[in-house]
T-cell receptor, first 114, second 115 residues
């Protein structure tokens, strides 16, 4: 399968703990996006990368959130000092290049903060 | 500023009858428009997209959508619903400006198929 993959698929953690999610985009896709989806809502944009450069961060991304894409391939999203409000599905998507708007989504990581 | 409104949070149709999922958008530029489908416990899948070519766009699984600039609409239709169509559908608008491909999702419409 050469689609976007995410790991883990599910994560349960206690409030205050740190968590890290990984996303592997489709090979040679330059752009990588992170979204958050809560129940009953559409995905909300968090941040995106063009290769290794993080080009935009949403206001939804508080200081407790950080994302990296060090080699322009896979990306990690870390949440520090998790809060119950962080419980959501975290989606990753990739697209081939700037101007190619079609984004290909991974299955998501479902986070539950107790 | 761009936005997208899905007019119905839930739609129920009987199997074999037509499907209509409504979407209106606003955009400062010539937008690209998409419909994605999300089945339970599965990733978002692209159904179809409009990118300023033909206004009637055909997608997978018999779905199609028509871009109507005068009505700022991009409704999704299918002539005959199948049980496997039951899922959440998202209308998406994207403006590609300079280096920023901003993408905005609607809140989704859950499609229920009645036997």
């Amino acid at each position: 399968d050469t689609g976007v993959s995410q790991d883990p698929r599910h994560k349960i953690t206690k409030r205050g703990q740190n968590v890290t999610f990984r996303c592997d985009p489709i090979s040679e896709h330059n752009r990588l996006y992170w979204y958050r989806q809560t129940l009953g809502q559409g995905p909300e944009f968090l941040t995106y990368f063009q290769n290794e450069a993080q080009l935009e961060k949403s206001r939804l991304l508080s200081d407790r959130f950080s994302a990296e894409r060090p080699k322009g391939s896979f990306s990690t999203l870390e949440i520090q000092r998790t809060e119950q409000g962080d419980s959501a599905m975290y989606l990753c998507a990739s697209s081939p290049k700037q101007g190619e708007e079609t984004q290909y989504f991974g299955p998501g990581t479902r986070l539950l903060v107790l | 500023a761009q936005s997208v409104t899905q007019l119905d949070s839930h739609v129920s149709v009987s199997e074999g009858t037509p499907v209509l999922l409504r979407c209106n958008y606003s955009s400062s530029y010539s937008p690209s428009l998409f419909w994605y489908v999300q089945h339970p416990n599965k990733g978002l899948q692209l159904l179809l997209k409009y990118t300023s070519a033909a206004t009637l766009v055909k997608g997978i699984n018999g779905f199609e959508a028509e871009f109507k600039k005068s009505e700022t609409s991009f409704h999704l239709t299918k002539p005959s619903a199948h049980m496997s169509d039951a899922a959440e559908y998202f209308c998406v608008v994207s403006e590609s400006m300079n280096r920023d491909d901003k993408i905005i999702f609607g809140k989704g419409t859950r499609l229920h198929i009645l036997p």
